[in-house]
Each structure stands twice: as structure tokens, then as C-alpha cells.
């Protein structure tokens, strides 16, 4: 009679150190994936960065001023105000972008706005995948959209508050992440008047940046963890659980149905003899 008490025990047994070994290998597997994922953004991020510098230079050739919403010896304001995402919708009221993508930093919490449904003609869009209910330039005028830096989550970039015209240095910085932590080593990737984009984590090097005139717009360090990814270290973990999980479930279905098959094979033998 404990014959078979022993042989379900080894099965639960075999079934267990399957699991764990299922879900150690998921975890890895997670962890290694994120690595290369990490790896690359960095990368696209850069070149977010670039293009929307390029789209704000071919605005300053055309009009001899970058974006800016205050006063030519006024800074706009900071993360707290609209004027940084202002200074970004004007790219795409007056025709220089049309990419919701380009604004987002691909390892940030942030994601692209779905668009509603547009006409022909070039894509016009506000934050939150709005329209903007008027027509005036963003630099004139605000919309509704128009909201701080610091309320939204399809826009990981912050705009220079200096007024900047076509003729700017090469190494005034003209938009960067909004914050800290969507890279590894905690890089900020800023571009540059010139459309060149570095990464760089020198806190001395930034604020000799902004001595320069970049005067960046970035979220308040104590807000940048309402914006960190959420569940990027709980990644591994959960991969483990729901491996072992599953191994755990189909193992003793798989056990269930072994016994189930045997006992009615032992019942059917013994009518036989009987």
C-alpha cells in the first residue's frame, strides 16, 4: 500500500525541481532580454533627440528664432508650465514633425499617444493624442493640450527656457531628457544647437552647460520617480513565478490524470478476474 504513496511523492518531487528549473531559466532569459533592450535604446533615444533638434534648427532658419514662447530676454518656464511643450507643438502645428514616436524616450515610463484619426494633409496632433481646438500657433497661443511637463506621458523631452536664435553656439543645449534614470548609469541624452546629441551623467558638466544659456527645463528631481518605468525590476522575479507556476500546474494535472488512468486500469483488471 505505500508503494504507491512513494512513487506520487517522487513525481511531486521531479515536478518541483522542474519548476525551479523552468523558472530560473525564464529569469534569465528576462534578465538577458532587458540587457539587450537597455542596450539599444540609448541609441534610439539619441536619435529621437537629433531629429527633433533638426526639426527646431530648420524652425530657427525659416523664422531666426528657436521656439519660445515669453519675451526674447525672458526665459519660458520651467517643468511646472507649458511653455517647454508649447515650444514642441509648435514643430508640429507649423509642419517640421509629424512623428508622436520621436518624442518619447523608448526606456521611459512614457508611451506614444494614439492619434485620433486625421485627414490628408500633415498629422497635427497635442499631447495626449488631442487636437487642439485651435488653429493659432502653439508659440502665440496655448490649447487645452498644452499641459505642463510634469502632467504628461508622451513627451520624455524638455526644451531649453533661453531664447536662442539661428545664430546660437554650437554647444548651447537646446532639449534633453526630462529626467534622470531612463539610461543606464543615469545619462541624460542632450542635444545640441547644432543637432548633435551626447550622452553624459557629469553633474558638473550639465550645469556648465547651462552657464552657457541651455538653462534645460527638467522635471524637479523629486518628481522624476513618478515617471521611472514601472516593474522593471520585478521583471525577473515575476518570469520566475509564472514559469514555475505553470510547471507546478501542468505537473500535477499531468500527475492527476496519470493516477486517474491507473486506478481505472487496477479497477478493470480486477473486474476482469473477479
Not at 518656464?77 to 514616436?101: E, K, M, N, V, W
Not at 493624442?129 to 500657433?137: H, I, K, V, Y
Not at 496655448?142 to 508622451?154: F, G, I, K
Request: charged content about 20%; glycine content about 10%; some cysteine.
Amino acid at each position: 500500500m505505500s508503494a504507491p504513496r512513494r512513487s506520487s511523492t517522487g513525481c511531486w518531487i521531479a515536478i518541483v525541481a522542474l519548476a525551479v528549473i523552468l523558472g530560473t531559466s525564464a529569469a534569465f532569459v528576462q534578465v538577458s532580454l532587458r540587457r539587450l533592450e537597455r542596450r539599444g535604446a540609448p541609441s534610439k533615444c539619441q536619435n529621437n533627440a537629433k531629429q527633433l533638434a533638426l526639426a527646431a534648427i530648420q524652425y530657427s532658419d525659416d523664422r531666426r528664432w528657436f521656439p519660445h514662447v515669453r519675451g526674447a530676454k525672458e526665459l519660458d518656464g520651467d517643468a511646472t508650465t507649458s511653455d517647454g511643450p508649447r515650444c514642441f507643438r509648435a514643430l508640429i502645428a507649423l509642419g517640421y514633425l509629424d512623428q508622436p514616436d520621436l518624442f518619447v524616450c523608448p526606456t521611459s515610463a512614457d508611451r506614444v499617444a494614439v492619434l485620433p484619426p486625421s485627414g490628408p494633409g500633415p498629422v497635427v496632433f497635442g499631447w495626449g493624442g488631442r487636437l487642439p481646438e485651435t488653429a493659432a500657433s502653439p508659440i502665440a497661443a496655448p490649447a487645452s493640450c498644452d499641459r505642463p511637463l510634469t502632467e504628461l506621458t508622451d513627451l520624455s523631452f524638455a526644451y531649453t527656457r533661453a531664447p536662442l536664435t539661428s545664430n546660437a553656439s554650437s554647444r548651447t543645449p537646446l532639449l534633453s531628457d526630462r529626467r534622470r534614470g531612463n539610461h543606464p548609469e543615469g545619462q541624460l541624452a542632450v542635444a545640441f544647437v547644432d543637432a548633435h546629441v551626447e550622452l553624459t551623467k557629469d553633474a558638473d558638466k550639465l550645469a556648465a552647460l547651462d552657464e552657457e544659456g541651455g538653462k534645460l527645463g527638467l522635471l524637479p528631481p523629486d518628481r522624476w520617480t513618478e515617471f521611472e518605468t514601472p516593474g522593471a525590476e520585478r521583471g525577473p522575479l515575476l518570469s520566475f513565478v509564472v514559469a514555475a507556476g505553470m510547471t507546478l500546474a501542468l505537473g500535477g494535472l499531468a500527475l492527476l490524470l496519470f493516477r486517474k488512468a491507473r486506478d481505472g486500469g487496477g479497477r478493470e483488471a480486477g473486474q476482469t478476474l473477479a
